[in-house]
């Protein structure tokens, strides 16, 4: 019998699916093991009938039928265990036929209910509760049904007991493996739910890094974009100026190099003043004139300042990108109660929504999920006047 893979257990790590093969043969190797008593009532009872002058044919030729039921009964409890919610139809009958003819042979009726009971202490599992409702009326009828054709000597009251400690017996079974079945489905949905967390932690990761790389890279390319443009623009007519701006392209990429080192290590914090700043910087260099209100309301160590910072990035990112923008405002305020911070960031000349080169691109929707993390909200639109208006609103 071995084991169905379960899916996703390549991806749950080696130790996960070490316990979890090893959760399967124990579970196997247990019920297993009270399935292999079915066929052994043979032996037994070959010798029962020995002791009492019967032949022991029927008895040696239950054992064929005995091992098929055993056979299919095994399967049937591995499906289970594998997952498969019901019992295939020809594994069970045939293990229920075999089963009943497996019983007819025996010669001695206590041997007989206790390979019953045995039998019923697993295949009750491996069914729909209701049909093993049916399977264990089924059985203890069968226990009477075969009295006409037992050749040992019955007396009611005796077999009674015996059949009232055959099912105490079979209820024992049926709890040992009740408790190695809910023992296994912990194990494996445990496993399982490791897996989907290792799952999920990755994909966040790959949301944090690529959402890092473009909020990052976005802004620092655009602003040596910038600056470099400027350069060649005053190489001639402003070397002394140009060598400047050579040197802040300079700085910037190193400062971007640094920027990816963080994202890449996952400890990169956006200081909301030293991105104002470099918000400024790159404005100021494209032509557009930069105006900060109210960045001294701003407690620099609230988590609103971290994402504020964000904001304030991929707005003016978008202003360099999406824009001929003459002025951008970068405005901080506060509401009355003192426990939202409103971010705005709007300039005053965006290109047309039409426009291919125009918003929004999938900073914006990086955008959202940041603030979104810490509890705000964000709205982007156009404003009457023909600018941009993007506007977060941030708990303390």
């Known amino acids: 019998m071995t084991p169905v893979s379960v899916p996703g257990e390549a991806t749950g790590g080696e130790v996960g699916g070490r316990r979890l093969r090893i959760a399967w043969w124990v579970t196997m190797g247990l019920v297993g093991f009270i399935i292999l008593l079915v066929p052994l009532m043979a032996p037994l009872d070959a010798m029962s009938a020995h002791y009492t002058g019967f032949s022991v044919w029927p ?23 594998d997952g498969r919610s019901d019992a295939d ?62 050749r040992f000597e019955i007396h009611v009251l005796p077999y009674a007991l015996t059949q009232a400690f055959a099912v105490a017996y079979g209820l024992l079974l049926g709890v040992s493996v009740l408790l190695s079945v809910w023992m296994w489905d912990i194990t494996r949905d445990a496993v399982r739910t490791q897996r989907a967390r290792a799952l999920l932690a990755v994909a966040d990761e790959r949301l944090r890094f690529s959402r890092d790389m473009h909020d990052l890279l976005g802004h620092s390319l655009s602003a040596l974009s910038v600056k470099a443009e400027l350069a060649a623009r005053l190489a001639e007519r402003a070397p002394e100026r140009a060598a400047s701006e050579i040197a802040e392209v300079r700085e910037l990429a190193r400062q971007s190099l640094q920027q990816v080192r963080s994202a890449v290590s996952g400890d990169r914090d956006a200081d909301l003043a030293e991105e104002v700043a470099s918000a400024c910087t790159a404005l100021r260099a494209d032509g557009t ?28 990112t978008n202003v360099l990108r999406h824009s001929e923008a003459a002025e951008c405002r970068i405005g901080f305020t506060l509401t009355g109660d003192g426990r939202t911070l409103v971010v705005e960031v709007s300039n005053d000349k965006a290109h047309p929504v039409g426009d291919p080169v125009s918003f929004p691109g999938s900073g ?17 639109a156009p404003t009457a006047d023909g600018g941009f208006l993007l506007r977060a609103v941030l708990p303390l």
Not at 294 to 309: C, E, F, I, K, T
């Open 364 to 380: 914006l929707v990086g955008l959202y999920e940041r603030v979104a993390g810490v509890g705000g909200s964000l709205t982007a």
């Open 89 to 150: 139809p020809w594994l069970y009958w045939g293990s229920l036929a075999a089963l009943v003819l497996f019983c007819a042979l025996l010669l001695n009726p206590m041997i007989r209910v206790l390979a019953m009971a045995m039998w019923w202490s697993v295949a009750v599992f491996v069914v729909r509760p209701r049909r093993g409702v049916v399977l264990t009326a089924a059985l203890l009828a069968l226990h009477w049904c075969l009295v006409p054709v037992t």
């Open 59 to 81: 008895s040696a030729v239950a054992l064929l039928p005995g091992t098929v039921s055993c056979v299919l009964l095994g399967l049937l409890f591995r499906d289970r265990v």
């Open 289 to 316: 004139e930069a105006v900060v209100t109210g960045l001294g309301l701003v407690d620099p160590r609230s988590r609103a300042a971290a994402a504020a910072a964000w904001v304030v990035r991929e707005g003016a």
